[in-house]
């Protein structure tokens, strides 16, 4: 989910090169996307052609670099020539007070879906921005889930119920029915990949007996192999 939010404007004489020589500067080493360059400059009321323009021209002139699919960062040569030139300048130039006159404020690094808690947007709103929620995806529930499989979890034939995120603990237990995963969890044993997991399974009423410590599918695995580890004779009650 990308927050975008319009604040107060103020007119700068700004041209497309200019503009995406400053994303990629700031970006340097890492790559930016064409569809990220466009996305912003395009909110910033510059026209597609423009912008697709400039890097065309700064790859020609070797002070951008096209890496493949899409996506550009500067090059090495066009780096060195922007740290000689900050060198010009004097450090009291580089650090300006802010005049709390932003154009736009763009979080777009980490795609978020339509149920994730954005604390970004809502500081913003605090602030007295005006939000607009750009949804990067939505989560869906499968439309026809195997019900071998649900029956299998029904009968409690299954020693560990993985859930990697809140929205697939939820999905699980709508299709089970209220109460089902409560009532499980006396049965199977519930593992959270972390935290947010976690908590919303708890504040579902459902029991979780183990929880990862690192939010990855190699601390999921590492919580489940300690959790068994230190019951060795811990039994499944079908």
Request: hydrophobic share 45%.
């Amino acid at each position: 989910m990308a927050t975008i939010a319009n604040l107060r404007y103020v007119p700068r004489h700004l041209t497309a090169r200019e503009l995406v020589l400053d994303f990629l500067s700031n970006r340097y080493p890492r790559e930016m996307s064409a569809q990220e360059i466009l996305g912003v400059g395009v909110a910033l009321g510059f026209s597609e052609q423009s912008l697709r323009m400039a890097l065309t021209r700064l790859v020609e002139q070797a002070v951008a670099a096209n890496t493949g699919r899409g996506r550009y960062q500067l090059s090495p040569s066009g780096e060195a020539m922007r740290v000689e030139v900050r060198k010009w300048r004097h450090l009291d130039e580089l650090a300006k007070p802010w005049s709390g006159a932003w154009i736009a404020v763009f979080d777009a690094s980490v795609p978020r879906s339509d149920r994730a808690e954005d604390h970004t947007a809502k500081a913003l709103r605090d602030a007295g921005a005006l939000v607009t929620d750009a949804i990067a995806h939505r989560t869906i529930a499968p439309l026809a889930p195997d019900r071998s499989i649900l029956d299998c979890i029904r009968g409690a034939e299954i020693d560990v119920a993985i859930f990697a995120s809140p929205s697939a603990f939820h999905n699980l237990d709508g299709f089970l029915g209220a109460g089902e995963l409560a009532r499980l969890a006396e049965h199977i044993q519930f593992a959270a990949i972390g935290p947010t997991t976690a908590k919303a399974m708890r504040d579902s009423g459902v029991r979780v007996h183990i929880e990862a410590e690192e939010a990855s599918a190699a601390g999921l695995a590492d919580a489940i192999a300690k959790y068994y580890h230190e019951r060795p004779s811990t039994p499944r009650l079908a």
